[in-house]
């Protein structure tokens, strides 16, 4: 079955720190890949996608991911972490052998200290 | 000017009424959809709309109900309302559905709780 994990529940840092946040798919093929953030009381916004080509995509506010096939993952990165970053951030996966849904790892929190 | 709104953002209400969520979305978008985040922020999809047909199912009570009076608008029905409906519920619309992507746009949620 396709299934998204994240699997760092929460994660801290130390606000200046850089950020690493793991995601792991596993699909019968290279799904569509997503990162999306979610702010206290807020809905889902998208940070970044990847469809195909380059492996390292550049997304909203300073994020960044890289694709990587064999391993299977998609990783979330920012060089340098802000206080305002401390939200609940979910990898997604699409496929089309997946009945066309999103399907979502189950989040990682992130907290930053000053 | 909001691109997906969802009405109310909060909902308080006694086990086993019948409760409405409603959901419109002003981009354009054919699909829309019903998610689910339940209180340890797990997402998880329950419907999902074309063009005012319903798509996706999931493994979803018959209570609830959703209705799709256009392509703009899904509204969630949900009868006889017990404790493990307590949830957030986004709603969240996307371009076709056949040469959809995954890039979804959220709502705000709505936030359900069931004393």
């Known amino acids: 079955a396709q299934s998204v994990t994240q699997p760092d529940i929460h994660i801290t840092v130390s606000e200046g720190a850089s950020l690493e946040l793991r995601c792991n798919y596993s699909y019968g093929a290279t799904p569509y890949l997503f990162w999306y953030v979610q702010s206290p009381g807020q809905g889902l916004q998208l940070l970044l996608k990847?469809?195909?080509?380059?492996?390292l995509v550049q997304g909203i506010k300073g994020f960044e991911a890289e694709f990587k096939r064999s391993q299977s993952s998609f990783n979330l990165r920012k060089p340098s972490v802000h206080w305002s970053d401390a939200a609940e951030y979910f990898c997604?996966?699409?496929?089309?052998?997946?009945?066309?849904?999103?399907?979502f790892g189950g989040g990682t929190r992130l907290m930053v200290k000053p | 000017d909001t691109a997906v709104s969802q009405t109310p953002k909060y909902l308080v209400t006694q086990m086993g009424n019948d409760k409405s969520i409603k959901c419109e979305q002003n981009?354009?978008?054919?699909?829309m959809y019903w998610y689910k985040q339940d209180s340890k922020k797990f997402l998880k999809i329950m419907f999902s709309y074309n063009n005012k047909e319903l798509i996706i199912n999931e493994t979803v009570p018959n209570r609830f109900s959703p209705k799709s009076p256009d392509k703009a608008h899904l509204n969630l029905h949900i009868n006889s309302l017990e404790l493990g409906d307590s949830a957030v519920y986004f709603c969240a619309s996307s371009q076709e559905a056949r040469s959809a992507t995954g890039e979804l746009f959220f709502g705000e949620g709505s936030r359900l709780t069931v004393l």
């Open positions: 981009l354009g978008h054919d699909t």
């Open positions: 997604a996966a699409w496929g089309n052998n997946a009945g066309n849904m999103l399907t």
């Open positions: 990847y469809f195909s080509g380059d492996t």
